[in-house]
């Protein structure tokens, strides 16, 4: 099965901006920025999409909500920002390897009220 980009990224195969890394996940800029902070946090261990993610992926997904909180705190947004993960085609997922999207710098309180 051929590589996703994320998985060519993380085996430093194509060119990123890397903010952070770990031997679980990798950080980077995302290339089409959704807001004027836009990285994503992206687990070394190809996971399809949080659907797919097993029982054996408790310490992982807990990893990556910690460094969520450690890159926002590194980007000095850690009192605004959002977090997103699209699951599946019709969410929008693009890539299939599991990524969580954190964005700052922009009010998304219209499309995620209360």
Known sequence: MEKTIFEKIIDKELPSKIIYEDEK???????APKAPIHVLVIPK??????SSA?????????????VVK??????????????????GEKAGQ???????HLLAGKNFSH???G
Do not use: R, S, Y
């Open 25 to 31: 996940c990798i950080v980077i800029e995302d290339i």
């Open 111 to 113: 499309l995620f009220p």
């Open 94 to 100: 693009t890539v299939f390897h599991l990524h969580i």
């Open 45 to 50: 261990k190809p996971i399809k999409m949080l």
């Open 54 to 66: 097993e029982e054996d992926d408790l310490n992982l997904l807990g990893h990556l909500m910690l």
């Open 70 to 87: 450690k890159i926002a705190k590194q980007l000095n947004v850690q009192d605004a920002f959002n977090i997103v993960i699209n699951n």
